[in-house]
């Protein structure tokens, strides 16, 4: 599969796995500060060892992570981020069985309380450094097809600016970046 070629998140299973709000925590932090151990994610996390060994074990099942062996020894064993399309997309409702769409929908929902969070912290990191903490809010007149048409340019343009851990120059830092559309409230 191509970099580029959106690739549809909709096993229930995988979507499953990435619901869970310590497995998007220990996600972003081998995004961001790279390879660790889960007493490293433990103590990061305020979790027991025997809980994130657990978390990581479902994360390296699905294909998110995987083991460094060069890096590993006896018990002490180091996890990365496992190489995955860049252009990871989520099934739309009708796209996932009736029985599974409860996994979509907490998955939506553990996502936007870490979104929430990034916005509370906006303001902080705005002050500290505009340089790094830009903003947009807007109101558009698009189509259905504008709109479709908009995420794809959007999503290209992301990629094209981000690069992965290892392709950054020096500089490069971890920026989160977020993008929601829903529609207007007519009344």
């Given at each position: 599969?191509?970099?580029?070629e959106?690739?549809?998140?909709?096993?229930?299973d995988?979507?499953?796995?990435?619901?869970?709000p310590?497995?998007?925590?220990?996600?972003?932090?081998?995004?961001?500060?790279?390879?660790?151990?889960?007493?490293?994610?433990?103590?990061?996390?305020?979790?027991?060892?025997g809980?994130?060994?657990?978390?990581?074990?479902?994360?390296?099942?699905?294909?998110?992570?995987?083991?460094?062996?060069?890096?590993?020894?006896?018990?002490?064993?180091?996890?990365?981020?496992?190489?995955?399309?860049?252009?990871?997309?989520?099934p739309?409702?009708?796209q996932?069985?009736p029985?599974?769409?409860?996994?979509?929908e907490?998955?939506?929902r553990?996502?936007?309380?870490e979104?929430?969070?990034l916005?509370?912290?906006?303001?902080?990191?705005?002050?500290?450094?505009?340089?790094?903490?830009?903003?947009?809010?807007?109101?558009a007149?698009?189509?259905?097809?504008d709109?479709?048409?908009f995420?794809?340019?959007?999503?290209a343009?992301?990629?094209?600016?981000?690069r992965?851990?290892d392709?950054?120059?020096?500089g490069?830092?971890?920026?989160?970046?977020?993008?929601?559309?829903?529609?207007?409230?007519?009344?």
């Open positions: 599969m191509k970099d580029e959106p690739f549809v998140l909709d096993d229930p995988r979507l499953k796995a990435l619901a869970h310590m497995r998007r925590r220990m996600l972003t932090h081998l995004n961001v500060h790279g390879p660790a151990t889960s007493t490293t994610l433990g103590e990061l996390l305020g979790a027991k060892t809980t994130t060994s657990y978390h990581l074990r479902q994360l390296e099942k699905y294909g998110f992570i995987e083991e460094i062996p060069e890096r590993s020894s006896g018990r002490e064993r180091w996890w990365r981020r496992a190489e995955l399309p860049r252009d990871m997309r989520l739309t409702p009708d996932v069985a029985e599974d769409r409860p996994v979509l907490e998955f939506h553990v996502g936007y309380e979104d929430r969070r916005f509370d912290r906006f303001p902080a990191a705005y002050r500290a450094d505009p340089g790094w903490a830009k903003g947009s809010r807007g109101l007149r698009m189509t259905k097809e709109l479709d048409a995420y794809d340019e959007y999503i343009l992301l990629l094209r600016y981000s992965r851990a392709e950054a120059p020096p490069a830092r971890p920026v989160h970046v977020r993008l929601f559309t829903l529609p207007a409230d007519e009344d």
